[in-house]
């Protein structure tokens, strides 16, 4: 008799750089390490951080090992961020984002079991332009006495022709037929129209996509309406930040948000809610939005199976009466992690 020998699948560890932040940013941090080692996941985190902490017991906001370790692992997983006004940085994340040139934002939001919301059926990603538009900070007052001020917005066919490649290379991979483009041309003749023109190219490369074109107002309007029509939309700075916390508001609010800059040779996924002073150390933190945002990490590392293992086990915990209080329930953050491990099979 022949032996059948079970292969067995052998997965080489990946490093990671794990930024817990601060205020909720270590409890949820501990719950995704403690949800990673009890489904095996061939990750192994390496705990660097950046914010007020660290600033206050060294001086420095972002240590010099953050980055070391960033630029090593191209990869990193982070909790909210407090950046202390005054200090330097205009923001944390957004220095972040530009120094390691993430160019897409990616927000993904659906409807989950157990979270009630007015609107059924939203799967729906956004790609947020991430490095330029009114974001570059150029500001300045026109006049002596201050009675006026200008802010710049840069738009090029560099950043807006890999965005809008971006989400239409999403929408192929995803088999979904439609990308919608969000602009204010008719304003904007020069940037916006730019951005506009640039997405009708790039979509003649994409059989099978048609490209949708909305202007913001009409899309905010349609996205409380009919949200459920749209798969995949791309966008500017400004508008792709308002819609994206707009849309995780009609799934359950920002405690379920995951959420990802990517560039071309690295990403940084995060929560992208706040770091919630009013409850941090208390055991109450919802861990979701940084572990919905661990899934996408894994599909980006290829570990799409035990990305798949952690959502089931997560989805069946949000179908039973163990949430935290934001999601309506009165579980701590230890008791739902506890609960999804369980589930975990
Ligand atoms: P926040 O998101 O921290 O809190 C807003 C409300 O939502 C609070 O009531 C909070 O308790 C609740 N909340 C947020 N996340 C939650 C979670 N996971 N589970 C349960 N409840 C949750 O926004 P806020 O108060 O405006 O900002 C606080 C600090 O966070 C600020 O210093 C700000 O600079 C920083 N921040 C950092 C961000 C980042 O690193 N990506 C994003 C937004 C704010």
């Not at 932040?21 to 990673?36: A, H, K, R």
């Not at 290829?302 to 990305?307: E, P, T």
């Not at 997560?314 to 935290?324: F, G, H, N, P, R």
Request: with cysteine; aromatic share 8%; glycine share 8%.
């Amino acid at each position: 008799k022949l032996k059948i020998k079970k292969r067995k699948e052998w997965f080489i560890m990946k490093k990671v750089t794990l930024i817990p932040g601060d205020g909720i940013g270590y409890e949820i941090s501990e719950s995704l390490v403690e949800i990673f080692k009890a489904a095996k996941v061939p990750v192994e985190f390496e705990t660097e951080n950046a914010g007020t902490d660290v600033y206050e017991k060294t001086g420095e906001l972002i240590p010099e090992s953050l980055y070391e370790s960033v630029e090593k692992n191209k990869i990193a997983i982070k909790g909210p961020i407090t950046t202390p006004i005054g200090k330097g940085f205009r923001s944390i994340n957004v220095y972040l984002r530009k120094k390691y040139d993430l160019y897409t934002n990616f927000r993904p939001s659906r409807n989950l079991p157990g979270i009630e919301t007015r609107y059924k059926n939203i799967e729906l990603a956004i790609f947020r332009e991430n490095t330029e538009g009114i974001y570059i900070g150029e500001e300045k007052f026109e006049d002596e006495e201050k009675t006026s001020a200008i802010a710049i917005k840069r738009i090029t066919r560099k950043g807006s022709e890999r965005i809008i490649k971006s989400a239409f290379e999403y929408a192929k991979n995803n088999k979904i037929s439609k990308v919608t483009v969000v602009h204010k041309a008719n304003i904007l003749k020069y940037t916006d129209g730019m951005f506009l023109e640039i997405a009708r190219e790039v979509a003649k490369n994409y059989e099978g996509i048609d490209l949708e074109e909305l202007i913001i107002d009409n899309m905010c309007m349609q996205l409380v309406t009919n949200p459920e029509r749209f798969k995949v939309i791309v966008t500017m700075n400004l508008y792709g930040d308002i819609l994206s916390d707009l849309v995780a508001g009609l799934v359950g609010g920002l405690g379920v948000a995951p959420g990802a800059n990517i560039g071309d040779d690295i990403a940084i996924f995060e929560a992208v809610h706040g770091s919630a002073p009013d409850i941090a150390g208390q055991n109450k933190a919802n861990p979701l939005a940084l572990l919905l945002s661990s899934l996408e990490m894994l599909k980006y590392l290829n570990l799409n199976d035990f990305a798949q293992k952690i959502e089931n086990a997560i989805l069946k915990t949000l179908e039973s009466d163990c949430k935290t209080g934001d999601l309506g329930g009165n579980a701590t953050t230890t008791e739902f992690t506890k609960k999804i491990i369980e589930n975990l099979g």
